[in-house]
């Protein structure tokens, strides 16, 4: 009913920039939340960013590096990355939190895109 298509991964060496985008479509009544997840080999997956109405919140290790921004008429999520370090390497994940047409509440993840930060 609802799907998220996500983009923007790939190859980048230490310091570069990346912009991820997230756009949800389908039965969707109103996005309550947006955000980014992600995984790295080994480890859990954590939260990155998220968005709420107009409050975010990032993960310690990303403040002052990323900024997520939403385009609500548009459905989308984007996450800015900067200065990318080589921790930053992960598959990220976007997750989105729905209110359907069923008025049903529901969250959906994305596939996940990869970010490699290598010289």
């Known amino acids: 009913q609802v799907r998220l298509v996500e983009s923007g991964g790939g190859l980048v060496q230490p310091g570069g920039s990346l912009r991820l985008s997230c756009a949800a479509s389908g039965r969707i009544l109103s996005i309550n939340a947006m955000g980014w997840y992600r995984q790295a080999p080994g480890k859990e997956r954590e939260l990155v960013a998220d968005?709420?109405?107009?409050?975010?919140r990032y993960a310690d290790s990303v403040k002052g590096r990323f900024t997520i921004s939403r385009d609500s008429a548009k459905n989308t999520v984007n996450l800015q990355m900067n200065n990318l370090k080589a921790e930053d390497t992960a598959v990220y994940y976007c997750?989105?939190?729905?209110?359907?047409?069923?008025?049903?509440?529901?969250?959906?993840w994305g596939m996940g895109t990869l970010v490699t930060v290598s010289s």
């Open positions: 968005i709420t109405g107009s409050s975010t």
């Open positions: 997750k989105v939190s729905v209110l359907t047409q069923g008025y049903r509440n529901i969250e959906v």
